[in-house]
């Protein structure tokens, strides 16, 4: 059984940099066709994908946050780790770890069960 | 054009056919994965590729696509069906960027 699960803090203050873990089970972060994204989700608002790393270790990062975002993994621990720096209260959302399929068109599954970061002084 | 447009909400009769629509220049040259998301849950994955259907997902759900707008049907909605539903697809720029639509709100009435 694959799953994933986030892990961090649950509150943080202006300017300070999250670093969240994703601890995953039931697949190796060394598989070719397998990678691992972190994806947001502010309150009522849509989805938005931040990152993703694969096996090779090639990362790619969303245009908008690339500057803040820093995505690396440690294969042998099964963790993929994700860092933001400068948070604002705007970054308030539910942080999302997925497994992400080498494809065209990359799916996500599964997701993990999210983790809520609150940010405020 | 790196964004996906849905519609922010869409109603069905119980036992109806309902289609949700996603709509992007990516989706002339990609096919959409659609994610159906119920409150306090995190997303599941219902459809990739150019129509495939992850194990234990209702074959009431399916997917198809046209020029530049993708569409996850579901046949015979059910009232656990209610939720939200994303599209994703590849950035179409070039790179391995990847967008999510902004959400449909299915109410099964």
């Known amino acids: 059984q694959v799953t994933l699960k986030e892990s961090g803090p649950v509150l943080v203050k202006p300017t300070e940099t999250l670093t969240l873990t994703c601890t995953v089970s039931?697949?190796?972060?060394?598989?070719?066709?397998?990678?691992v994204s972190w994806i947001r989700q502010p309150p009522g608002k849509a989805l938005e994908w931040l990152a993703h790393i694969f096996s090779n270790d090639e990362k790619s990062y969303s245009t908008s946050l690339k500057s803040r975002l820093t995505i690396s993994k440690d294969t042998s621990k099964s963790q993929v780790v994700l860092t933001m720096t400068n948070m604002d209260p705007v970054d308030t959302a539910t942080y999302y770890c997925?497994?992400?399929?080498?494809?065209?068109?990359?799916?996500?599954?599964?997701w993990g069960q999210g983790t809520l970061v609150t940010v405020s002084s | 054009s790196s964004e996906l447009t849905q519609d922010p909400a869409v109603s069905v009769a119980l036992g109806q056919t309902v289609r949700i629509t996603c709509q992007g220049d990516s989706l002339r040259s990609y096919y959409a994965s659609w994610y159906q998301q119920k409150p306090g849950q995190a997303p599941v994955l219902v459809i990739y590729?150019?129509?495939n259907r992850p194990s234990g997902i209702p074959d009431r759900f399916s997917g198809s696509s046209s020029g530049n707008t993708a569409s996850l049907t579901i046949t015979g909605a059910q009232a656990e069906d209610e939720a939200d539903y994303y599209c994703n697809s590849r950035d179409s720029s070039g790179n391995h960027h990847v967008v999510f639509g902004g959400g449909t709100k299915l109410t099964v009435l």
């Open positions: 590729g150019k129509n």
């Open positions: 997925a497994r992400m399929a080498v494809a065209a068109t990359p799916w996500f599954d599964p």
């Open positions: 039931g697949f190796s972060l060394s598989n070719a066709r397998m990678g």
